[in-house]
């Protein structure tokens, strides 16, 4: 494969605390042109959610408020069946995400200018297998069948959107959004590895072009660094610690060509305020520089990156989110000036 190399171009993870698609798309539009993220907006509907926003048209779903559960009908296995049949068919039409569930993403389809590249996401099969329930409160994601219907299902949302998003570009980024791996490993939550893998590969087999895997937290980064994903993005502002833990998975990583997205930039207002792009470069600087160790250069690292929030920015108020965009944007415009990457 050939070396991914963005070279810190900034982009984002997706959410924005407006209610007006047209402010965040203009937001997003004016500090990422060169990777714009279609912006989810869950304060305008809790539709736009990052559960309940990719939940349209999955059997027997019923949503109460920001909650969604299973609640089988009459047609509840043969819609389940036909679910396994179009994944395999890659009968995508279907599947789409409407302007209720999504606006910012429509607002972004119908005003983004043709661009090389841009970003999109969709809710990971660990992550909506514990958000959706059954009707005793257990996350489908323990029950074999609801779980492997789950990915097929977010396999074909994933596809969907890909193809909707080449209306507008001629490499769009599709990314799996997994905050709950972080539970990973954890008593709480007792998934076997291998099953977390393969159904994080079954959604990853529904997008044809770039896919990445982003995790906001601590997890187990061998499993998700030996997926086939092509980019990984991780919260380095507040875990680049755990992930340092493991340089040699990390130089496989990169050996093979794949990137990684920095989430360098903090999504919490306080530490947001105490930030600037000097402390930033710092702070990356480090998160960087125990990988350099094992035979990579800091630079060819700075190549195979790009620059993210820590997280998603619904919970800022919009100036927050505004100089959070900023501080990425002049970060990488910083480092690639620097460096000539």
């Given amino acids: 494969m050939t070396k991914l190399e963005f070279s810190c171009l900034p982009t984002a993870i997706g959410s924005m605390p407006h209610t007006d698609p047209e402010e965040a798309y203009s937001l997003v539009m004016k500090y990422l042109p060169d990777i714009p993220a279609w912006p989810q907006l869950p304060r305008r509907s809790p539709k736009e959610n990052m559960g309940i926003q990719f939940s349209e048209g999955f059997p027997g779903i019923v949503l109460n408020e920001d909650k969604m559960r299973i609640e089988p009908g009459a047609d509840f296995e043969t819609e389940l069946t036909q679910i396994y049949f179009d994944a395999e068919q890659a009968n995508f039409d279907k599947y789409a995400v409407s302007a209720e569930y999504a606006a910012g993403f429509h607002a972004f389809l119908s005003q983004t200018p043709k661009s090389d590249m841009v970003k999109g996401q969709v809710t990971g099969p660990i992550t909506w297998g514990l958000m959706v329930t059954d ?199 910083n480092l690639r000036s620097k460096y000539s990457i």
């Fill in 135 to 333: 009707k005793q409160g257990l996350g489908i994601l323990y029950n074999e069948n609801l779980a492997e219907a789950t990915a097929k299902f977010l396999r074909l949302k994933a596809s969907w959107q890909e193809n909707a998003l080449t209306q507008v570009s001629h490499h769009p980024i599709i990314f799996v959004d997994e905050p709950y791996l972080v539970s990973l490993r954890s008593v709480f939550t007792p998934v076997p590895e291998e099953k977390i893998t393969i159904l994080l590969e079954e959604v990853l087999q529904g997008i044809r072009g770039l896919k990445g895997l982003h995790c906001c937290g601590n997890t187990d980064w061998p499993v998700l660094l030996g997926t086939s994903i092509d980019i990984l993005s991780i919260d380095a502002y507040n875990y680049a610690s755990s992930f340092n833990c493991y340089p040699g998975e990390v130089k496989s990583f990169l050996e093979r060509g794949s990137a990684i997205a920095w989430g360098i930039v903090p999504n919490n207002e306080e530490a947001l305020s105490s930030e600037t792009v000097s402390s930033l470069y710092d702070r990356l600087g480090e998160a960087i520089a125990p990988f350099t160790k094992n035979g990579i250069s800091f630079k060819q690292i700075l190549r195979q990156s790009l620059l993210t929030p820590s997280c998603g920015l619904a919970s800022l108020s919009p100036e927050a989110a505004r100089q959070a965009l900023e501080l990425v944007a002049n970060l990488s415009h």
